[in-house]
């Protein structure tokens, strides 16, 4: 089972960046699909999610409105698009996938069972 995210770099604030999350070993759609984030001296947080079939999504209240999450099961693969970046979404940006079967996909970080290696994103002012 592999997770690999990748997308990161160095933006001006205002800019936008896609993120992308490899995946292999797995049949993706069975999994729900997370994007968290932890930024220097912070815990990590949730930001957004998906549900297996992508009907539904989840965005925390930080960047409602600013990214989009998407899947393509069929490239077992995820994004994470950010506009209006700022720089305080500066911070390490991890993909996760999740197994199981829930009413909800704004899931916490232990119900998720693997977990790529994060992608570092910097927004400069």
């Known amino acids: 089972v592999q997770l690999q995210a990748s997308g990161g770099g160095l933006v001006q604030a205002g800019g936008s960046l896609t993120l992308s999350c490899a995946t292999s070993?797995?049949?993706?759609?069975?999994?729900?699909i997370g994007w968290f984030r932890q930024a220097p001296g912070k815990e990590r947080e949730g930001i957004s999610s998906?549900?297996?079939?992508?009907?539904?999504?989840y965005y925390a209240d930080a960047v409602k409105g600013r990214f989009t999450i998407a899947r393509d099961n069929a490239k077992n693969a995820a994004f994470l698009r950010m506009n209006s970046l700022k720089p305080e979404d500066t911070a390490i940006y991890y993909c996760a996938v999740a197994a199981g079967d829930y009413s909800r996909i704004n899931l916490p970080e232990y119900e998720y069972d693997f977990w790529g290696q994060g992608t570092l994103v910097t927004v400069s002012s």
């Open positions: 998906i549900s297996k079939s992508g009907d539904r999504s």
């Open positions: 070993g797995f049949t993706l759609d069975r999994y729900v």
